[in-house]
């Protein structure tokens, strides 16, 4: 079993930044996939962006030139840094981690972009 720790979150006005963080509670296979993800109201879950092991990114059309995501795969640990946010962003973020054929959730953490 693989716990996801997440950090994090809040209130912020729009245009404002906020860095999420995750940490696997363990080390896991050297192939990975970590990614963010979230969930507004009243729709799906969707992805933000994930890193795999070698550092390769994949974004949401939604954030690109917005969020940064980044990963340490000594500590298996990825951050996403949230930058011009809008009250679009508002949601449930999740960490997930991919390897093989497994994959577990972090519990998330509420970000919440509003005047």
């Known amino acids: 079993q693989v716990q996801l720790v997440e950090s994090g979150g809040g209130l912020v006005q729009p245009g404002g930044s906020l860095r999420l963080s995750c940490a696997a509670s363990?080390?896991?296979?050297?192939?990975?996939?970590m990614g963010w993800y979230r969930q507004a109201p009243g729709k799906q879950r969707e992805l933000v962006a994930s890193i795999n092991n070698g550092g390769l990114t994949n974004y949401a059309d939604s954030v690109k030139g917005r969020f940064t995501i980044s990963g340490d795969s000594a500590k298996y640990t990825v951050h996403l840094q949230m930058n011009s946010l809008k009250p679009d962003d508002t949601a449930v973020y999740y960490c997930?981690?991919?390897?093989?054929?497994?994959?577990?959730w972090g519990q998330g953490t509420q970000v919440t972009v509003s005047s």
């Open positions: 997930k981690i991919a390897f093989g054929s497994r994959s577990y």
């Open positions: 363990r080390s896991i296979s050297s192939f990975y996939v």
